[in-house]
């Protein structure tokens, strides 16, 4: 039978040796990578609106100070708007997040929940088209509108964003419409 207690001094001492060799090898480069704000501004307008992203105008990083931990912060001008977006270094998996707190409305949805709306409220089944493309989800942002009727009439609707959530209020600019 093998006395374990004998070996144990000489395994504590190979784990020791291994663990510092581990550690001082990790620590071996000249700090930490930096992350390059530059390579970033052109992936910002595909993650914040990946199907509409030539609505973002511009888009600006701003060099973090080299002591600071945290994401970059950069500003992008969507409509018109400029909206916060937040650029996280690169995780475990090597993938960067980009996230901004602002909501995007994008026209089509409006018209797809006027033409619900017209349908569920009058029975009316129409096309609508809203303009412009896009609004940041502030109050009182609004979309100008034309639902077309079976009959080819043009309904002038005023939809206005009424929060930052991207809720709105449907006005009916023409008491011709259903």
Known sequence: MIDWRRFLPRFADSLWLVLTVASVAGCGGDGPSTFNAASVVPLVPDALLPSASHLVDDVECYLPEPSRLGPLACTAVVAGLE????????????RIRIESPAKV???????????????SETGVEARTACVPEARV??????????????????????????DAAGAFRVDWRSGDGP
């Not at 909206?83 to 090597?94: F, N, R």
């Not at 989800?137 to 009424?162: E, M, S, W, Y």
């Open 105 to 119: 409305v994008l026209a089509t949805n409006v018209a797809n929940h006027v033409n619900d709306r017209l349908r």
């Open 137 to 162: 989800a502030r109050k009182g942002q609004a979309f100008d509108c034309t639902a077309i009727d079976p009959a080819d009439r043009q309904i002038p609707i005023r939809v206005t964003l009424v």
């Open 83 to 94: 909206i916060p977006v937040l650029v996280h270094s690169p995780g475990l998996d090597g």
